[in-house]
């Protein structure tokens, strides 16, 4: 998709000539201070009617469209409610230029200009309520059209206007702007990889995803094939591929925004399984196609790097992609066999559906070679995630307090919100074995919880995060500015995260 322009600038809505005026209204309140005011004056009282009547109120996800028949520049006037004042928050505004962008395309207009609001959520700065509205409009605008003929595609909304109340905003605003494309775009970016099936997102295909963004960006990028990882002992990761055609791909990606060689890095980790059948363990037939985006901790990790070097972020950061396909086969890897893994530790394999911790503990082993300030990986990791967290909460567990916290906030700023799960060593004895140093699943009880513990064992000494978007990876009905289908959701965590470092 073509990712819409957004430009800044200090206006009246109501002397703005535009295709749709989006003005944006909280819930009970009155005219008075509030975005529509100078443009209800020009229309004689019509919006005043309107919410007199209740035909309009202001609740969240609440709109109405006008006709203003020439009595303002604007063709048409596009109402948005925000909900109650008391209540907003930064993804409240995201959530109504998300419904914004998708109405505006509905009555088939290329742009629409809206003002900041003029109420904004408490303690929130321009440039973040700047980032919201820019993530909103963009997110809530996707469509994936790869695959369909041209009539199967409805009109793109190519271009938004922000307008300032004065040129002192202009600077916050623009930046504000700039980091919200940015990470929107990163999230299209991986909506896009995952929308593709796995015929066409193998392996190979992503290993060229790499080439292209290092060459593209200036990160160094080192790709490991199969003999590479034989030769350094990655039995885990080479179990899992064992059924599949696909050669499997171990791809690190290297930007350094800052001029401190000593520096350690921030290394962000993702499961990148192109598709997951199962293995031997086969899953159910119904929602296997939605396995194409078992990928997403890796399209994710592999969206933050391009997006850290685009907005030039003053960091070290890494990114790893352990890439495999999980397919039966006469050489795919059995329940019972016996991995060794990069750390040197075995796994019995009792599960080979509980593939994804499997490559995870080769890519956490490795990343121990970069001494990391801190190790982040992220993963649609178990159903148990989803039993226990349903489809709002991100999983998440870790090792540094302090880690845990910049993660939760982070997540409370992008709208994408984890919830902390306990990692306590009394689980680890559901993962003991009889015949290696541990097994890859630990039953039903507290599912999530084995298995970040069991992540655990490879991630070395110092702060690791792990973060489960299993619940969250898939929406089966569209919202606001999240789709059907791969939601892209834990890309703007990470980039928030990276974003908030690097202040």
Known sequence: MKIMQIDVKVGRPEAESAEVLVVTHCEGEGLHKQDGAAIDKSLGGALRDLLQSKEF????????????????????????????????TLDAVRQAMGYAAKR???????????????????????????????????????????????????????????????????????????RGAATAEAAVFVRDLCNHPSNVMTPARIANEARTIAKDEGLTLKILEQKDMEQLGMGALLGVARGSHEPPKFIILEYNGTKKKEERPVVLVGKTITFDTGGISLKPAENMEHMKA????????????????????PLRLISILP?????????????????????????EVQNTDAEGRLILADALAYAQRYDPAAL??????????????GQFAIGMFGTDQRLKEQVRKAGVKAGERVWEMPLWDEYFEQLRSDVADMRNIGGRGGGMI?????????????????????STDWSERERAYVPKGPTGIGTRLLLQYLIDRSL
């Not at 003029?118 to 963009?138: F, N, R, T, Y």
């Not at 078992?294 to 933050?304: F, I, K, P």
């Not at 495999?324 to 893994?341: H, S």
């Open 57 to 88: 109120e202001g609740k969240a996800g609440e709109t109405l469209l006008y006709h203003t028949h020439g009595k303002i520049p604007a063709k048409r006037l596009l109402l948005v409610g925000l909900g109650r004042k008391k209540d907003l």
């Open 104 to 178: 505006v395309r509905q009555v088939k207009a290329g742009s629409f200009t809206v003002s900041v609001p003029a109420a904004v959520p408490k303690g929130q700065s321009p440039v973040e309520v700047a980032q919201a509205m820019a993530e909103g409009a963009i997110l809530g605008s996707y469509q994936f059209t790869a695959y369909r003929s041209e009539n199967g595609a409805g009109k793109d909304v190519e271009q938004m206007t922000l307008l300032g109340q004065h040129k002192g905003q202009m600077r916050q605003l623009t930046e504000g702007v700039r």
């Open 294 to 313: 078992d990928m997403t901790g890796g399209a994710e990790v592999l969206a933050s790097i391009r997006a850290a070097a685009r907005l030039k972020l």
């Open 323 to 347: 890439v495999a396909e999980n397919m039966p086969g006469g050489r795919a890897m059995k329940p019972g066999d016996i991995v060794k893994t990069l750390s040197g530790k075995t796994v």
């Open 376 to 389: 982040v990986d992220i993963a649609t990791l178990t159903g148990a995630c989803v039993v226990a967290l």
């Open 450 to 470: 084995t298995a970040a513990l069991f992540l655990s064992k490879f991630a070395g000494d110092g702060p690791w995060v792990h973060i489960d978007i299993a």
